[in-house]
């Protein structure tokens, strides 16, 4: 295999190479999407009440957390058509595994979200005449989502790398497009451009991460140094500050 760079591979197979990283890029996409819905109803049924469903919620977390994403892939790809009896297309396949295993995630970033949250806030929200479930949605899932953001970014900065494991089970997307292309020419140019699709997307995201980061740390500390109410002035409650959402 040549280490020397070709840029005549780059030009002549940048169409299938842009084509894979089209596909990855749709594969993170809806598994983002799917995997946050799953992460905030498992989130939030860890925190439940019910035994048997804060139970069932922590050992879906603990076997997705506990096993690499590959032998999911594996599991939902080559095991699942076997126990259902028809084949699934390896799209479906990557979106599903890689959906259940950032639902996992995102479970423990939100249930520790929604458990930074002051009690007080429910309880205010609750003296407004707020029902369970108006206050998870209108008071607590805000808030969890501002205080939560720029791990869920991080979260799904690392799905967007993993995607490189579907390759594995055939699926067409960049690194599986790249591997093609270095069988046939023999140099490793397509693995360099690929490795290059990859952080046009995560370095821009990363800085991203660290912007939020630090914004949430300035209001943080700004918080802390407001000056105390003096005696004639009226300080707000959090059921006023609720009260205007």
């Not at 930074?116 to 108006?134: D, T, V």
């Not at 939020?212 to 105390?228: D, Q």
Request: charged share 15%; with cysteine; proline share 4%.
């Amino acid at each position: 295999m040549a280490l020397e760079l070709n840029l005549s591979i780059i030009t002549e197979n940048l169409p299938l190479l842009l084509k894979g990283a089209g596909i990855t890029l749709e594969i993170t996409a809806l598994s983002v999407g799917l995997g946050l819905l799953i992460g905030m109803f498992v989130g939030v049924a860890k925190l439940s009440d019910n035994r048997l469903i804060r139970g069932l919620a922590s050992v879906y977390v603990d076997c997705i957390r506990g096993t690499p994403l590959l032998v999911q892939i594996f599991l939902v790809y080559f095991a699942l058509p076997q126990i259902i009896g028809h084949r699934i297309d390896p799209f479906v396949a990557a979106v599903g595994a890689c959906s259940i295993n950032s639902g996992a995630y995102v479970a423990e970033i939100f249930r520790a979200g929604i458990q930074s949250i002051p009690k007080g806030q429910n309880e205010a929200a609750r003296s407004l005449g707020m029902n369970a479930f108006q206050t998870l949605l209108y008071v607590m899932i805000p808030q969890t989502f501002r205080n939560v953001l720029p791990t869920l970014t991080s979260e799904f900065i690392l799905l967007y790398k993993d995607t490189s494991l579907l390759a594995a089970v055939g699926v067409v997307e960049i690194v599986m497009n790249a591997r093609t292309i270095v069988a046939t020419t023999g140099s490793i140019t397509p693995y360099v451009v690929a490795a290059l699709f990859y952080l046009v997307i995560t370095l821009p995201l990363a800085r991203l991460v660290s912007g939020l980061e630090a914004r949430l740390l300035g209001t943080a500390e700004t918080k802390k140094k407001r000056p105390a109410k003096s005696a004639g002035q009226v300080v707000a409650t959090p059921a006023d500050h609720i009260a205007g959402l």
